[in-house]
């Protein structure tokens, strides 16, 4: 979608409709005539009926009929045998009342991730734009990367990081990490204070909502990756947030077993915001670092690499979730 | 009876009379489709897959939207005035939505002379 171009600028106009998608910047500098009958384009009316061959109508030959209805008759005959035969066989089968229930199985809705199918070879995020409920979200899905956490400034200039996003919060007090918090292994923040939680064991990503998870435990053994963050979205389920305000959303997402990011177009609720992803099909989600400073970037199929951020509020500890190729 | 603008992605169906769309504007990869009730709504399509699917839809004729510039659509049923010196087109129904639009010089002076020959 982001790639549509119309060739417009800005000093043109065209009238949608009949000559659309040629701009009419001429009126500009000549009035406008009646145009010449002769010059405009000629309809061209279907040629199906000149191109006919006048050939006869075919004679219908009326065995045809009569074969067709001795069919149907044989076809009554044998229903109606069947019938009474299966009658004669079971008196109690009645025709109005079958005595087994008809169980109707349920029509299994197939689950279609978002975006294309991801070329085997090339890592590469993809942004799909969307409105639900009045709300925009730009979708980013990772390909062929793997997440891992990064603590520190980041490596912008990286080619090999194909998607960056704030991950968890710092405190405003002491600009420490807030909530747990596991590096490669090493944990750097204990608390619990939000019940959403994002665990990289071995390369798999697993989104959660819970105040207590073994995966805290699990990141720290296999040298994996842990944080926590509000929980926006549990097995399907909207969460509600105390927090009213609006602000740009940035969520971490997980539908039918595909990790994406979603971003707000605008300024939104944290509720409009969950609501949007559940009605998306989301069934899990947690919030990641917002607001329009929230620095980030994504590299396109192309090699073009995008800031999320208008701005960069730095801090010694602020942290990233990257799909590094 | 007017004719149906309808605007489908596959989460929503926007669908306006085409004789109450007053203009869209771009932002991005969203336009904001604006109605003569004073509403807009947010739409996933870019200015131009707009101005398409308005052909499509309003058929072969001239329809009476111009797409100004990479920015803006405008129904012209609803101009109120076009001020070349400001740069500003003011679309009105004159029942109490007025929406003061910015465009290029060019294209308001373009629209201008459209306008005073087709307008006679």
């Known amino acids: 979608m982001s790639n549509y171009k119309d060739g417009m600028r800005d000093d043109e106009i065209r009238i949608i409709g009949a000559q659309s998608r040629k701009p009419q910047v001429e009126v500009f500098s000549s009035r406008v005539d009646e145009p010449n009958p002769s010059e405009l384009p000629k309809r061209e009316y279907s040629s199906f009926q000149m191109d006919m061959p006048n050939h006869p109508k075919p004679v219908k030959k009326k065995w045809y009929l009569w074969l067709a209805l001795l069919a149907i008759l044989l076809i009554i005959g044998l229903i109606l045998l069947l019938h009474f035969r299966t009658a004669k066989e079971d008196p109690y089968n009645g025709v109005f009342e079958p005595r087994e229930e008809v169980t109707v199985q349920p029509v299994k809705q197939e689950k279609k991730l978002l975006g294309h199918e991801a070329d085997s070879l090339s890592s590469y995020t993809e942004r799909i734009d969307t409105v639900i409920n009045d709300v ?7 390909y062929n990367a793997t997440p891992e956490l990064w603590v520190g400034r980041p490596p912008e200039k990286d080619p090999n990081i194909i998607l960056s996003v704030q991950a968890a919060d710092i405190r405003a ?7 747990a918090f596991v590096d490669k292994g090493t944990p750097l923040a204990w608390g619990q204070s939000k019940s959403g939680y994002c665990a990289i064991i071995n390369g798999k990503m697993t989104i959660g909502t819970s105040e207590n998870t073994p995966f805290f435990e699990q990141a720290t053994e296999t040298g994996g990756y842990f944080f926590r963050q509000f929980s926006l979205v549990n097995k399907g389920a909207l969460v509600e947030n105390e927090l009213k305000n609006k602000s740009v959303r940035k969520a971490l997402c997980s539908r039918y077993g595909q990790i994406f990011v979603a971003v707000t177009a605008s300024d939104e609720s944290y509720h409009d915001f969950s609501q949007a992803l559940v009605d998306l099909g989301v069934e899990d989600a947690i919030s990641l670092v917002g ?10 199929r192309d090699g073009v690499n995008t800031s999320f951020a208008d701005g960069w509020h730095k801090y010694k500890k602020e942290n990233y979730l990257m799909w590094r190729m | 009876m007017s004719k149906f603008i309808v605007i489908s992605t596959n989460t929503e169906l926007l669908r306006v009379p085409s004789d109450r769309l007053m203009f869209i504007t771009s932002d991005g990869n969203y336009s904001k489709v604006y109605t003569q009730d004073g509403h807009y709504r947010q739409v996933a399509y870019q200015l131009g897959q707009l101005e398409d699917i308005i052909g499509d839809q309003l058929g072969e004729e001239e329809t009476p939207f111009i797409r100004i510039g990479k920015s803006l659509i405008v129904n012209r049923d609803y101009i ?7 740069q500003v087109i003011i679309v009105s129904d004159c029942q109490g939505q007025f929406h003061t639009l910015q465009a ?7 629209i201008k002379v459209l306008m005073e020959n087709t307008e006679l």
């Open chain 1, 291 to 300: 607001s329009k400073y929230a620095f980030g970037w994504w590299i396109d």
């Open chain 1, 173 to 179: 007090d002491n600009k420490e990490i807030l909530g």
């Open chain 1, 136 to 142: 925009g979200l730009a979708i980013f899905i990772p």
């Open chain 2, 104 to 110: 290029s010089r060019k294209a308001l002076i373009s």
């Open chain 2, 80 to 86: 109120y005035l076009i001020d070349v010196s400001s």
